[in-house]
């Protein structure tokens, strides 16, 4: 069962980091293209960032947050980890992690983290 556990959230100032790591034990990770996706007050989940499963590892940024987050993963972690530099009030929501898996493109998600970003 694929199973995804989500941390690293909390309250941070305006131009502060937080790193968030997904990690994703008893499936093997490396067959999963993986995704950080957000939900602010009021709005619609959207994708932040992914990247692709082991071979390609392409990444992919919304336009929001170019040039301040970095996807990466560690495979023999099964982690998947979110760096988020230069946060905006705007970055608030809560974040959550998705496995596809490559072969079936089947989606799981994580129960989220929430990140507050407030002077």
């Known amino acids: 069962q694929v199973q995804l556990v989500e941390s690293g959230g909390g309250l941070v100032q305006p131009g502060g980091s937080l790193r968030l790591p997904c990690e994703g034990p008893g499936f093997t990770f490396s067959n999963y293209a993986m995704s950080w996706y957000r939900q602010g007050p009021g709005k619609e989940r959207e994708l932040v960032a992914s990247?692709?499963?082991?071979?390609?590892?392409?990444?992919n940024y919304a336009d929001s947050v170019k040039g301040r987050f970095t996807i990466s993963r560690d495979d023999a972690k099964s982690t998947v980890f979110l760096q988020m530099n230069s946060l905006k009030s705007e970055d608030t929501g809560m974040y959550y992690c998705?496995?596809?898996?490559?072969?079936?493109?089947?989606?799981?998600w994580g129960q989220g983290t929430q990140v507050t970003v407030s002077s």
């Open positions: 990247i692709g499963s082991t071979g390609g590892r392409a990444t």
């Open positions: 998705k496995a596809r898996r490559v072969s079936t493109n089947e989606d799981y």
